[in-house]
């Protein structure tokens, strides 16, 4: 076992090098993501951030998004554009984690839009930075209906019009 974990880690790290998204599927349904694509983009199937967690991380059990260590993912994507502005998840559970190393960075350009909008689903950060939000309302960082942990992250640099 420990043997066929080690080579999965290490075809996972491959493929991440090669700039491919890697999804591991779990038993409950659940699947892990590796973004190793920084370039955002509202594109189904570009395997961006966005992409990831507003079209594929859907699974009701609850989907982990891994980043890659020391990147910086910025969502340049702004309304009016389509699926632009904040990172929207809807109502199942969402781990956004940099499993190792240096936390990685989203940071939001776009005027008056939070980095990332969590529906009624739990939202977990690890090892994430979460900065440059700016919304009209309620969480420039983070908002969510669902339980938040924020796990060895920073929030920072964002701003609310109510309850920053």
Known sequence: MRARRRLSLALVGALVGA???VVVATPS???TFTVSNTT?????GSNSLRDVIQNQATAAGGDEVDLVPGATY???VCP???GGGELAHGSTPLILSTP???PATIQQPCASQRVLNQGTGSLT???VIVTGGNAIGAGGGVAGAGAVTIDSSTITGNGATTFG
């Open 125 to 127: 950060l690890h090892n």
């Open 74 to 76: 910025t969502l340049n």
């Open 29 to 31: 349904g659940a699947a």
């Open 40 to 44: 955002d983009s509202a594109t189904a």
């Open 100 to 102: 190792s190393g240096a």
């Open 80 to 82: 009016p554009t389509p």
């Open 19 to 21: 700039g491919a998204l």
